[in-house]
């Protein structure tokens, strides 16, 4: 998000999303878009995540493809909507996963991706991430700075893994502010997401 202002928009946008109703998907939808990310990007989402997946859709061009899956999980005591979002290259795409080219905190990549802008996301906290056989860091961001002015942004998660050929992912609060407990929760909520080592998602390259 090189333009945070986006994020401005991004607030209201998903405001009205979150009021309006879609019909889920069907258990093979799901699990044929979950299988899908396994193949093309190299994550796994254990039984437990799946099951709360309500809604998911897939982008694709000639190079990259994208999955956003919206879930309905409870935390603390209310149900929160949210987005888990993946991308990567397609596979045999000669070129580097995004943001893969060295080993990156997700505070890293969030800077990174805002410098030079009017406005950047104000980064609550990073912790490290326990995944479903490996380990990162996870970078809370709830709010963006510019102008001497500080201001809310919906409730976003980055998660990075230490494995530098793999891209990072995101999950989005989509219809509440989170609370400190529930901000909190997300880490261990996003666990079950596991990571397969396959050619598709490591493609031999000569950068460090």
């Not at 109703?21 to 437990?48: F, K, M, T, V, W």
């Not at 929760?185 to 460090?208: A, C, F, H, Y």
Request: hydrophobic share 35%; proline share 4%; aromatic share 10%.
């Amino acid at each position: 998000m090189k333009n945070i202002l986006c994020a401005l928009l991004v607030w209201f946008f998903f405001n009205g999303i979150a009021g309006a109703e879609y019909a889920p998907d069907s258990h093979d939808e799901r699990q044929e878009n979950i299988d899908l990310l396994s193949n093309q990007c190299g994550y796994a989402l254990d039984e437990d995540i799946a099951s709360k997946i309500t809604i998911s859709s897939i982008n694709k061009n000639e190079k990259v493809v994208s999955f956003d899956f919206y879930t309905l999980v409870k935390l603390v005591d209310r149900p929160i909507q949210g987005k888990l979002s993946f991308g990567c290259f397609v596979t045999g795409a000669n070129t580097l996963t995004p943001g893969a080219a060295q080993k990156r905190t997700a505070a890293d990549v969030i800077t990174s991706e805002d410098s030079g802008g009017r406005y950047a996301r104000k980064i609550a906290w990073q912790r490290k991430y326990e995944g479903n056989g490996w380990v990162g860091t996870i970078a809370y961001v709830n709010s963006v700075f510019g102008d001497q002015v500080r201001l809310a942004s919906p409730d976003y998660f980055l998660i990075c893994p230490d494995k530098r050929k793999f891209p990072c992912f995101s999950f989005e609060a989509l219809n509440k502010r989170l609370n400190r407990k529930e901000a909190d929760r997300i880490p261990k909520m996003l666990g079950g997401i596991g990571i397969i080592d396959s050619p598709s998602t490591t493609p031999e390259t000569s950068g460090k």
